[in-house]
């Protein structure tokens, strides 16, 4: 009689082809390219650990705190000036709002 095996069988991982747009996250550091009403946008979103630094929103014009997840947005064509923090929400409805001036 042979020894009895105590663990399971492994079965064959099926190796699946890589995706190619996680490539390109990869690749590129998590930028991609938005389109909407307002023009051609590169944008990167910015994980809570990541968030080291107190920014000001340009949609609602407030402040994005330390450790809050948000979105860098710039132009794809600029020298990076251009960079505005938004928060999450704002972004996504950019299109239905314009940018609000601070009150004085």
Known sequence: MSPRRNSPRRKERLVQPPDED???????????????????????RVSGAAAAKTY???????EIPVGMPHV????????GADRRHWHSSCWERRAHRGVRPPRR
């Open 72 to 79: 860098v947005a710039w132009r794809p064509y600029g020298d």
């Open 22 to 44: 996680a490539l390109v996250l990869r690749i590129t550091g998590g930028q991609r390219r938005e389109t909407g009403a307002d023009g051609e946008w590169v944008i990167r």
């Open 56 to 62: 000001r929103c340009p949609g609602c014009y407030q």
